[in-house]
Nanobody
Framework: QFQLVESGGGLVQPGGSLRLSCASS????????VTWFRQAPGRRRVPISC????????KYSDPVKGRFTISRDNAKNLVFLQMTNLKPEDTAVYYC?????????????????WGQGTQVTVSS
């Protein structure tokens, strides 16, 4: 059974950077696309980025485009989200989510295994 565990969250000042990691146990992630979602306080979860199984297809939502970079290391069963120029509005719980298929497609569908999330707080 797939289990996903996120790490790397924390408190950072505006303009700072963080790198989130998503580790899989139980099964390899290499055959599946992975999406990062986030949920800000009082708001619904929204997808922000996706990477296909090979890493050749990458998608970003507009609020993070140009500031966040998704990547993966299939040999180590890891997916990363490098976040730069962080803003207070990036404050949220960030979730790593496995997709059912190898390709991203629409970001908010076909997501079937969720991690527990990691808190990112951007504040001075």
């Amino acid at each position: 059974q797939f289990q996903l565990v996120e790490s790397g969250g924390g408190l950072v000042q505006p303009g700072g950077s963080l790198r989130l990691s998503c580790a899989s146990s139980g099964h390899t992630l290499k055959d599946f696309a992975v999406t990062w979602f986030r949920q800000a306080p009082g708001r619904r979860r929204v997808p922000i980025s996706c990477i296909s199984d090979s890493g050749l297809t990458i998608k970003y939502s507009d609020p993070v485009k140009g500031r966040f970079t998704i990547s993966r290391d299939n040999a180590k069963n890891l997916v990363f989200l490098q976040m730069t120029n962080l803003k207070p509005e990036d404050t949220a719980v960030y979730y790593c989510v496995k997709k059912r298929y190898s390709m991203c497609g629409p970001l908010d569908v076909d997501n079937d295994v969720w991690g527990q999330g990691t808190q990112v707080t951007v504040s001075s």
